[in-house]
């Protein structure tokens, strides 16, 4: 099993960036997607998931508004994320968990598998 995600990069206050992340070799159809944070110094944080049947979508309240979670097929996922700021700078996951249980999508210790990372900077 793999997770690739990619996207990030060195923005400004109020730039956007949009990260991918494709999955392979899961055996499951049933996944969730979802995105986490870790920021210097701080434990890695919810930010936001797509059901596996690529309806609902869940976030952290801090990137409601900004933040879009997709997923263009079954193995390839996105967050666009719009009017970021100086606390979005952390280095991105995604990870996958397989099944159907809604209550634990916003907990990393609940996702089977993970992506290496992307870094996000938002600077000025």
């Known amino acids: 099993v793999q997770l690739q995600a990619s996207g990030g990069g060195f923005v400004q206050p109020g730039d956007s960036l949009r990260l991918s992340c494709a999955a392979s070799?899961?055996?499951?159809?049933?996944?969730?997607m979802g995105w986490f944070r870790q920021a210097p110094g701080k434990e890695r944080e919810f930010v936001a998931a797509?059901?596996?049947?690529?309806?609902?979508t869940y976030y952290t309240d801090s990137v409601k508004g900004r933040f879009t979670v997709s997923r263009d097929t079954k193995n390839t996922g996105n967050l666009q994320m719009n009017s970021l700021n100086s606390e979005d700078t952390a280095v991105y996951y995604c990870a996958a968990k397989v099944g159907t249980t809604l209550s634990t999508i916003r907990n990393p210790r609940a996702y089977d598998y993970w992506g290496q990372g992307t870094l996000v900077t938002v600077s000025s």
């Open positions: 070799g899961i055996s499951s159809n049933r996944y969730d």
């Open positions: 797509i059901r596996w049947s690529g309806g609902p």
